[in-house]
């Protein structure tokens, strides 16, 4: 089944680019998510791209896929303090079934 | 945006008691509803999807009479933990499926506490 890893740590500087990578085994993927999660929250949808693109901007966040080496990356630029949480890359293949999670990345913010 | 809304949000119980929880999809159709369970620092793990009108598809290792599903509306996904058990203890968190392709919208998550 799908894999997707995601490294578990990160932390920069306010005002730094945070870049927040994730790889999957499926090469079938074609939908490509991210979560951010906020202690003792759910999970909020950031941003997705589809497989049949290389890059999705939205304000401050770039997504960019490279399909060939299946991996994912969510660029947040001037990163802030309420940027911490935890960012989970998520995948699935269609439309119909459910996501297939990373085990998530947490973004500590340092002022 | 469309919205998912969960209730209880926080739930303590005791054990060997049952506890349903509610997923509600707000301003949208949801034919499909999904349930996840989330551990303390681990990521998320699937439990079930949930279909409108059928019968729910349980993960493997998933106890389906553990953990009850009735999805009876398009709009209501059920979740009953029954003879809840400390280990159940957990964040359950539930997703619904808008017709928008690979939409997804999650509820903000229900946190079971058995003593």
């Known amino acids: 089944g799908e894999d997707v890893e995601q490294s578990l740590f990160l932390s920069v500087r306010e005002g ?3 870049v927040i990578n994730c790889t999957y085994t499926d090469s079938s993927s074609t939908y490509l998510y991210w979560y951010k ?15 049949n693109m290389d890059m999705k901007q939205d304000q401050r966040l770039t997504v960019l896929l490279n399909k060939k080496d299946k991996h994912l990356s969510l660029r947040i ?4 303090t309420g940027d911490s949480a935890i960012y989970f890359c998520a995948v699935s293949n269609s439309g119909n079934t459910p996501l297939v999670f990373g085990k998530g ?4 913010v340092i002022a | ?42 990521s998320l793990m699937l439990m079930a999807t949930s ?10 290792g998933v106890e389906k009479d553990k953990f009850l599903i009735n999805h009876a509306s398009l709009t209501l996904s059920t ?4 003879s809840a ?6 964040f359950y968190i539930c997703s619904a499926r808008r017709d928008t392709p690979g939409e997804l919208f999650f509820g903000e998550g229900s946190r079971l506490t058995v003593l």
């Open chain 2, 51 to 60: 279909n409108e009108g059928s019968k729910a598809t349980y993960e493997q």
């Open chain 2, 79 to 82: 979740l009953t933990v029954t």
């Open chain 1, 77 to 80: 630029a001037d990163t802030q």
């Open chain 2, 1 to 42: 945006g469309a919205v998912v809304s969960q209730h209880p949000s926080w739930v303590i119980c005791k054990s060997g008691t049952s506890v349903k929880i509610e997923c509600r999809s707000l301003d949208f159709q949801a034919t499909t509803m999904f349930w996840y369970r989330q551990f303390p620092k681990q």
């Open chain 2, 85 to 90: 058990h400390p280990e159940d203890s957990s």
């Open chain 1, 16 to 18: 730094d680019s945070s």
């Open chain 1, 37 to 51: 999660q906020e202690p003792g929250a759910g999970l909020q949808l950031l941003t997705y791209i589809f497989s």
């Open chain 1, 105 to 108: 990345t947490r973004l500590s």
